[in-house]
């Protein structure tokens, strides 16, 4: 699989876009990188690990 980012639409409504952009301000970040640091912290929780970790695309050993 490629490591280019993959694209694609996301529609959200207007007050939750301007929360958010307002937050990626807060923390100089853009919009777009807001919501992949937000996504990543959550797999992160989810997942135990960094999802762009190298050791992240191999499955846990139990």
Known sequence: MSDEA????LRLPPRVFDELRRWAEQDM?????QIE???RQALRERLGQDPGDAAASKPKKR
């Open 37 to 39: 640091w937000l996504l």
């Open 29 to 33: 970040r853009s919009i777009n990188g």
């Open 6 to 9: 993959k694209k694609f639409l």
